[in-house]
T-cell receptor, first 117, second 115 residues
């Protein structure tokens, strides 16, 4: 069974450019999370969705960041315009919550490493 | 404020020796507790969790963790370390009744197992 699939795995872009990261969660999972990992700040939750609806986006750093989940099998995280301080590894994760904590286990993708020059 | 502390940035252990990776938490009420492992250039992988019941939890790859309520700790252990256990380990905690946004990760501990 395929896990969480993220693309691209690596992205190098210049400051000011738009960046779109993509995620396909595990089929049947009802929660989807976007995390950012940096050396300085560790693992930060940016936003999460339940049944395609954004539940908490309080971790989104600023208006330059936006996330969508148009259907149960696809989500995007967009940064526009990008800045060097956005350089990080961005992880998507999904989980089967069943309305509550469920198993409590998050399944992570392999991440998208973003470098903004 | 709720938090998870992993007091050691790195743990070094010889292959075949027991290992312990420490985690303490500050979460209101009885917590959900998790350990995840991250190999280089990979996403985090679930190792084990404590939800309720037996304080000693067994997980993947021979790892186990003990929930100690009085010490608010959830240390990860393995009786005999393997070189392949070398990775970054994350402890995470959440408050019962809280949403997923309340899942708090520690800063991570790098485990280095030497041959």
């Amino acid at each position: 069974d395929a896990g969480v699939i993220q693309s691209p795995r690596h992205e190098v872009t210049e400051m000011g450019q738009e960046v779109t990261l993509r995620c396909k969660p595990i089929s049947g999972h009802d929660y989807l999370f976007w995390y950012r990992q940096t050396m300085m700040r560790g693992l930060e939750l940016l936003i999460y969705f339940n049944n395609n609806v954004p539940i908490d986006d309080s971790g989104m750093p600023e208006d330059r960041f936006s996330a969508k989940m148009p259907n149960a099998s696809f989500s995007t995280l967009k940064i526009q315009p990008s800045e060097p301080r956005d350089s990080a590894v961005y992880f998507c994760a999904s989980s089967l919550g069943g309305g509550g904590w469920g198993s409590g286990e998050l399944f992570f993708g392999e991440g998208s490493r973003l470098t903004v020059l | 404020a709720q938090s998870v502390a992993q007091p050691e940035d790195q743990v070094n252990v010889a292959e075949g020796n027991p290992l312990t990776v420490k985690c303490t938490y500050s979460v209101s009420g009885n917590p959900y507790l998790f350990w995840y492992v991250q190999y280089p250039n990979r996403g985090l992988q679930f190792l084990l969790k404590y939800i309720t019941g037996d304080n000693l939890v067994k997980g993947s790859y021979g790892f186990e963790a003990e929930f100690n309520k009085s010490q608010t700790s959830f240390h990860l252990k393995k009786p005999s370390a393997l070189v392949s256990d070398s990775a970054l380990y994350f402890c995470a905690a959440a408050s019962r009744g809280g949403g997923y946004n309340k899942l708090i990760f520690g800063a991570g501990t790098r485990l280095a197992v030497h041959p």
